[in-house]
């Protein structure tokens, strides 16, 4: 089992930062890849980076965040990172980390991020969300 749990949610003006971060726990050597999705209330889960924790330079983005967010994995730390600069409204909503136990998996999750599908093939691992607001 892997537990996680996301930090660093609030509210910000529109063009502002924010660096949310997920810290990973116990079986954490099972995880291929790992991940942030967003999801508000009434809509479809959506994907929006990942990474493969043993090739973290391959960073997979939602053609919605690409160019503002960055995704990071602080091995040592096993802790996930998002950076999110020139926040728009639109961001507003629940974020979610998340970690996938097999690489079939986290595949076909890293091609619905890229082709912006909605996230269809949930991973092995959530954490409970954090919020993020962004006001205009």
């Known amino acids: 089992q ?8 609030g509210s910000v003006q529109a063009g502002g930062s924010l660096r949310l971060a997920c810290a990973a726990s116990g079986n954490t ?7 942030w999705y ?8 959506e994907g929006v980076a990942l990474l493969f924790t043993n090739y973290d330079d391959i ?10 967010f960055t995704i990071s994995l602080d091995s040592a730390k096993k ?4 950076q ?4 728009k409204p639109e961001d507003t909503t629940m974020y979610y980390c998340a970690a996938g136990r097999d690489r079939e998996r986290c595949s076909a999750s890293r091609r619905e991020i890229i082709a912006g599908i ?3 093939t949930p991973l092995n691992y959530w954490g409970q969300g954090t919020q993020v607001t962004v006001s205009t």
Do not use: H, I
């Open 2 to 9: 892997v537990q996680l749990v996301e930090s660093g949610g």
């Open 84 to 87: 999110m600069n020139s926040l």
């Open 79 to 82: 802790t996930l990172t998002l």
């Open 38 to 45: 967003r999801q508000a209330p009434g809509k479809e889960r």
């Open 118 to 120: 909605g996230s269809r």
């Open 29 to 35: 050597y099972d995880t291929d890849c790992m991940g």
């Open 59 to 68: 960073q997979s983005y939602a053609d919605s965040v690409k160019g503002r």
